[in-house]
């Protein structure tokens, strides 16, 4: 049976990882992740879990180690942020391309410069286009689930692709909370045995990752495409796997208030938990207003988001990230939410904030002045995106 | 909701203090964070941490600004930190301090209720080292009862291992000698 416990984020996210039987965990410490990786090297150590740690001297090292070790067959996990993804990126496009299901915990986290060991969400973005399935989690219990998860989507021998599981870095990765940890047995349970589609095998040698010349790239990059198109369903499909063993539903995209609402907030991550709190003030004060939340951004869930926002009125999307794309189009989240309603011909007002940048507190309050300015502003008034809470 | 913030020096262990609250009172079943103000982290400069319970599921990320309650693990800080900062309206601020409270209150011109506790000669004399994380935690059983001091028993027993004994009796001492101003 689960256990309820009171125990950091970080170290929830290891033993589970932990207790989804990982072969090898292949990863080079940079905060705020650190506490992941070093309980899974102190689990190995005292014998806990029968998996290889390999302490590599960078990150570029850790997902080469990952490829090699996932295309061998070994169940494999990894973790970093920051520039740390940014040293890794190369590999991943890799990783995907090769359709190994690797797992990587993200404690995201601001990319330089200032330097900036804060949250915010460059590293998601940042792994955007890599090929990679990005699952988002707003706490502690989420990030253990969907660390199991990431496995069980990752293997799917329908699916085979590598999975991120994101979680902010220090607002989640180092807060001591409450949360249901399951038990070994519940996880074998739901997670069976990695059976690889293809692997690496001297006895029945195959190649891997070899020169795709133009006669086959574009046919390589559409059969990638069609394995992530497919993942979405698939995705769900387990999603409620997940909910009839262990209780908890969990969804592309998550709503709370939405069905009457005015007013939706979209945002991902966190940040998301202020927001329902918030939420619920503003309905105190018969505001209607809801929430969106998307726990899936890769693949992209752009026909569950526009069902979740069709009747809302305003719309305020949110971005913890700074796209530097000249002033005139809206930050990434925005752009994609943007892009799906105007394929279904909708037309709400959309104010587009960037937010919690490089560890900025995002407060009730922030969400009330959001709300506030897209309610009040006038069609055509807003802007492509605004920073809040600058000094100048 | 409760909310309480630690002020300590780095290496006093008012992180640990916040920890060990929040997981007794997830313990006795509640709703809890602990967090540290996130960042580096410098052996004796200023640290704060920061703790919430609640009988309900907490749903909020945001940073604690209007803690019900404050605790300062060391006694120089009251010089150069406005440990008063955000209290809420009728919220307490628990010190650790060989002096009376009135003249805590003429040195330092603090405004909210107090409760005092010598906690560096508690923890000196049951423990001999002077890192009052364990001390302090009996001061705010005894002033707030979020928690009961019980509960601490298993998480002091797991964090502190062989010298957990030791840490509970400080615990426990500092409960009986919090001394609580009602205004």
């Known amino acids: 049976m689960s256990k309820r416990i009171g125990i950091e984020v970080s170290i929830a996210l290891a033993d589970a990882v932990g207790l989804c039987d990982v072969d090898v965990v292949a990863a080079y410490p940079i905060t705020p992740q650190t506490h992941i990786v070093e309980h899974l090297a102190e689990l190995v150590a005292e014998g806990h879990l029968d998996a290889d740690?390999?302490?590599?001297?960078?990150?570029?090292?850790?997902?080469?180690?990952?490829?090699?070790s996932s295309a061998a067959g070994a169940r494999t996990f990894t973790s970093t942020c920051s520039q740390g993804y940014a040293l890794m990126s190369e590999l991943c496009y890799i990783a995907s391309a090769m359709r190994l299901p690797i797992v990587m915990a993200v404690a995201n986290r601001a990319i330089s410069a200032p330097i900036n060991i804060w949250n915010d969400h460059a590293d998601l973005m940042y792994a955007r286009d890599t090929g990679w399935i990005q699952l988002i989690s707003e706490n502690g219990q989420e990030a253990v689930d969907l660390s199991i998860l990431a496995f069980r989507i990752a293997e799917d021998q329908g699916i085979s692709l590598p999975v991120q599981v994101n979680l902010d870095g220090f607002t989640m990765s180092h807060v001591i909370e409450p949360l249901m940890m399951p038990e070994a047995a519940e996880i074998k349970e739901f997670l069976p045995p990695f059976k690889p589609v293809l692997r690496l095998d001297p006895a029945k040698p195959i190649?891997?990752?070899?020169?795709?010349?133009?006669?086959?790239?574009?046919?390589?990059?559409?059969?990638?495409?069609?394995?992530?198109?497919?993942?979405?369903p698939a995705i769900q499909a387990i999603f409620d796997l997940f909910a009839k063993q262990f209780g908890r539903q969990y969804k592309l995209v998550e709503t709370y208030k939405t069905e009457d609402a005015e007013t939706i907030i979209v945002a991902m991550g966190s940040i998301a938990q202020t927001a329902m709190t918030a939420i619920d003030a503003m309905r105190a004060r018969g505001n209607k207003v809801g929430i969106a939340r998307i726990r899936v951004f890769r693949p992209f869930p752009a026909a569950e988001l526009v069902e979740a926002v069709r009747g809302a009125k305003n719309l305020v999307l949110l971005d913890r990230v700074t796209a530097f794309a000249g002033g005139e189009v809206s930050g990434p989240v925005a752009l994609e939410i943007k892009s799906a309603l105007f394929d279904n011909g909708l037309l709400p007002k959309v104010g587009n904030f960037l937010v919690g940048l490089g560890g900025r507190d995002v407060t009730q309050q922030n969400f009330e002045e959001m709300v506030e300015r897209v309610t009040s502003a006038k069609n055509g008034d807003l802007p492509a995106y605004e920073f809040i809470n600058v000094r100048e | 909701m409760v909310e309480i913030r630690f002020h300590g020096r780095g290496g006093q262990g008012a992180v640990t203090s916040a920890e060990l609250t929040a997981l007794a009172a997830i313990g006795e079943g509640k709703y809890a964070q602990a967090f540290p103000s996130f960042g580096p982290e410098r052996r004796g400069a200023p640290v704060m941490a920061f703790v919430r319970v609640s009988e309900a599921p907490i749903v909020t990320r945001e940073k604690v600004y209007e803690p019900d309650i404050v605790i300062v693990l060391d006694p120089t800080l009251l010089k150069i930190i406005n440990v008063e900062a955000g209290l809420k309206e009728g919220g307490v601020v628990i010190l650790n301090t060989s002096k009376s409270v009135e003249q805590v209150r003429k040195e330092s011109g603090l405004k909210a209720r107090l409760a005092t506790v010598d906690a560096s000669k508690i923890a000196m004399e049951t423990m001999r080292v002077p890192i009052t994380n364990t001390t302090m935690l009996g001061a705010l059983v005894k002033v707030t009862a979020i928690i009961e001091i019980g509960s601490l028993q298993d998480p002091i027993k797991r964090r502190f291992g062989p010298i957990a004994e030791k840490n509970m009796n400080a615990c426990s001492r500092a409960y009986q000698e919090t001394k609580v101003v009602e205004e």
């Open chain 1, 53 to 68: 740690f390999v302490p590599v001297e960078s990150e570029h090292s850790a997902m080469s180690a990952c490829i090699g």
């Open chain 1, 207 to 232: 190649t891997m990752g070899p020169v795709g010349m133009p006669d086959v790239f574009t046919e390589a990059r559409k059969a990638q495409d069609e394995a992530l198109k497919s993942s979405k």
